[in-house]
């Protein structure tokens, strides 16, 4: 005879488990999210700090405050990413060490993408 309640138990265990997987999944994903997200900032930051320079330089202008100001905000976002960065990796349980292979960061040996700007664990930029 079928126990039902042990069936039901079972099926419970089972459905908490897929709950706390997807919980878990969609929690990565928006950490990812978040991480592009400041990636993209900082990289549209340098690029109209790289601007400014250009256009004052190309002007034979000069205007210290303005650089610092776009220069200060580069560095905060540059901050951001790597405080997101190290409490990714604090998350992630510690790996042995592996041989460096093309597709590694160079500097905490985890796999990252091929192509990739940042490893995606300690947040160093690679290439």
């Given at each position: 005879m079928i126990d039902f309640d042990a069936l039901k138990k079972s099926a419970a265990a089972v459905a908490d488990s897929?709950?706390?997987?997807?919980v878990d999944l969609a929690g990565k994903g928006k950490q990812q999210m978040d991480r592009l997200a400041l990636e993209n900032r900082l990289r549209r930051a340098q690029q109209e700090l790289g601007a400014l320079?250009?256009?004052?330089?190309?002007?034979?202008?000069?205007?210290?405050?303005?650089?610092?100001?776009?220069?200060?905000?580069?560095?905060?976002?540059?901050?951001?990413?790597?405080?997101?960065?190290e409490a990714a990796c604090a998350r992630q349980p510690a790996a042995e060490p592996r041989p460096q292979q093309p597709d590694c960061c160079p500097h905490c040996?985890?796999?990252?993408?091929?192509?990739?700007?940042?490893?995606?664990?300690?947040g160093a930029k690679l290439g």
């Open positions: 897929a709950l706390r997987a997807t320079v250009y256009a004052l330089h190309r002007a034979g202008e000069e205007n210290p405050q303005l650089v610092q100001r776009y220069i200060d905000a580069v560095a905060q976002l540059d901050e951001q990413l790597s405080a997101m960065s040996g985890a796999e990252v993408q091929p192509g990739a700007t940042f490893c995606g664990c300690c």
